[in-house]
């Protein structure tokens, strides 16, 4: 089981990204998709999450400005991330609590960088 995230990129502040992350090897199903993000110097931190049947969960830090979605039946979640601040800088890891071949996985992506510049 794999997931791969991708989407981050250096943008002003205010700008927006639309982070991706797929999960692939044969899964039979994904409980709950996550992002989460560390910034230098910071530990890791949730960002946002998602259940199978859609319900979220965000941090204040992002609540209002950044949306977790995802298509079960692609095995994917995105984070929309909107009115970027400075302070949103971070390497940005996605999450999944998956089935696959009988056995259950905590897998994390390899990370994808977000930089907003002032």
């Known amino acids: 089981v794999q997931l791969q995230a991708s989407g981050g990129g250096l943008v002003q502040a205010g700008g927006s990204l639309r982070l991706s992350c797929a999960a692939s090897?044969?899964?039979?199903?994904?409980?709950?998709m996550g992002w989460y993000r560390q910034a230098p110097g910071k530990q890791r931190e949730l960002v946002a999450t998602?259940?199978?049947?859609?319900?979220?969960n965000y941090a204040d830090s992002v609540k209002g400005r950044f949306t977790i979605s995802r298509d079960n039946a692609k095995n994917t979640a995105i984070l929309q991330t909107n009115s970027l601040k400075p302070e949103d800088t971070a390497i940005y890891y996605c999450?999944?609590?998956?089935?696959?071949?009988?056995?259950?996985?905590?897998?994390w992506g390899q990370g994808t960088q977000v930089t907003v510049s002032s």
């Open positions: 090897g044969g899964i039979f199903s994904i409980n709950m």
């Open positions: 999450n999944a609590d998956v089935w696959a071949g009988g056995s259950r996985y905590l897998r």
């Open positions: 998602i259940t199978r049947g859609g319900s979220t």
